[in-house]
């Protein structure tokens, strides 16, 4: 699910063969489109842009898809399918929608959307794998845990 709030619209997968993307105006709750992919089962993650026009899509298995649309065109501006890693957060960089960050536990990618006439491109500007080492002290009584945190960072 993704919202935006200057938009006023929300978005939403239903969980079945070949999901559809919907997407409602908030607060009326009226249906404004239905975006169709050729995603087989499920739509991991949603994103809107923060400008509102463009709707970030990440599938699951098999396809593993990283997809840019045009919701208010239902459009599929381009899409890149494994990009590497399985991703649990996605999010727009609020100053610049042609560019994203995806974040899995052990990586984190930055993606760039090149655009040329009308065509749409994703590209990875950067990845970084995170190894992290993380240990946590509990003492007996203590409603608060201390914790370590130690991070290697590897680019390429």
């Keep these: 699910m993704a919202t935006n709030v200057p938009g006023e619209v ?3 997968s239903d969980r079945r063969l070949k999901p559809i993307i ?3 105006s908030f607060p009326s709750l009226t249906r404004k489109i239905k975006l169709k992919g050729d995603i087989l089962l499920d739509y991991n993650l949603l994103c809107f842009s923060y400008c509102g026009t463009y709707l970030a899509s990440y599938s699951s298995l098999p396809e593993f898809e990283l997809a840019l649309w045009n919701w208010e065109a239902n459009v599929i501006l381009c899409k890149k399918s494994n990009p590497g890693m399985d991703v649990s ?3 727009f960089n609020p100053m610049n929608w042609r560019q994203m960050c995806l974040s899995s536990p052990s990586a984190v990618s930055v993606w760039t959307i090149e655009r040329s006439n009308q065509e749409h491109h994703f590209r990875i ?3 970084m794998i995170y190894i992290l080492c993380f240990t946590q002290l509990c003492t007996a009584g203590l409603r608060q845990a201390t914790c370590t945190l130690g991070v290697r960072r590897v680019i390429f």
């Design 10 to 12: 929300v978005a939403f």
């Design 22 to 24: 919907y997407i409602y």
């Design 89 to 91: 957060q996605m999010t």
């Design 125 to 127: 500007s950067r990845k």
